[in-house]
T-cell receptor, first 112, second 114 residues
Framework: GDSVTQMEGPVTLSEEAFLTINCTYTATGYPSLFWYVQYPGEGLQLLLKATKADDKGSNKGFEATYRKETTSFHLEKGSVQVSDSAVYFCALSESAARQLTFGSGTQLTVLP | GAGVSQSPSNKVTEKGKDVELRCDPISGHTALYWYRQSLGQGLEFLIYFQGNSAPDKSGLPSDRFSAERTGGSVSTLTIQRTQQEDSAVYLC????????????FGSGTQLSVL
């Protein structure tokens, strides 16, 4: 079955540091890939997505590139801010499926 | 409302009791999903509704779990004879039909079974 593996957290960075959160997936078809973010006290919300190989999703300074050859969708940001502190979830959706399959989440804390 | 609303936000119950968790999706969203988030785990899919019908119940962990949706809107997740391993955050999400790629989540119900 489908699965998503994220790097384990928690991750603690200083403001303006470079961020990478690794995500790899296993799927039978050609899934769409997502990053969701959960800020403290809020519900999960879509951060970015990519629907086919080599697509790059981007939003709020975050980027992730759909790499079919390595089955990866790593999240990156060049300069993190304190306000980026949250839990980040990688997820996939098979084209014919009705549900998203999520990774276990990575807690990010950015210190001033 | 403006977003997905879940109630209660916290529920503490005794082992063996039944609980009901409620989800009020975004108006007009025909798809509704229930997920469970246990400590240190990812989001575990439970059930999906399209309108009032549930074409995918594959994630319900046992027959103690059931869910219904009425009027194509509010959904209730019921857990009978709760067990300690049921303790988790139960999340509800909704989306427009055919747009399962962008889910809108509620803040969840934290269930603690003592």
């Amino acid at each position: 079955g489908d699965s998503v593996t994220q790097m384990e957290g928690p991750v603690t960075l200083s403001e303006e540091a470079f961020l990478t959160i690794n995500c790899t997936y296993t799927a039978t078809g050609y899934p769409s890939l997502f990053w969701y973010v959960q800020y403290p006290g809020e519900g999960l919300q879509l951060l970015l997505k990519a629907t086919k190989a080599d697509d790059k999703g981007s939003n709020k300074g975050f980027e992730a590139t759909y790499r079919k050859e390595t089955t990866s969708f790593h999240l990156e940001k060049g300069s993190v801010q304190v306000s980026d502190s949250a839990v980040y979830f990688c997820a996939l959706s098979e084209s014919a499926a009705r549900q998203l399959t999520f990774g276990s989440g990575t807690q990010l804390t950015v210190l001033p | 409302g403006a977003g997905v609303s879940q109630s209660p936000s916290n529920k503490v119950t005794e082992k063996g009791k039944d609980v009901e968790l409620r989800c009020d999706p975004i108006s007009g969203h025909t798809a509704l999903y229930w997920y469970r988030q246990s400590l240190g785990q990812g989001l575990e899919f439970l059930i999906y509704f399209q309108g009032n019908s549930a074409p995918d119940k594959s994630g319900l962990p046992s027959d103690r779990f059931s869910a219904e949706r009425t009027g194509g809107s509010v959904s209730t997740l019921t857990i009978q004879r709760t067990q300690q391993e049921d303790s988790a955050v139960y999340l509800c999400a909704s989306s427009l039909i055919g747009s399962n790629e962008k889910l809108f989540f509620g803040s969840g119900t934290q269930l603690s079974v003592l």
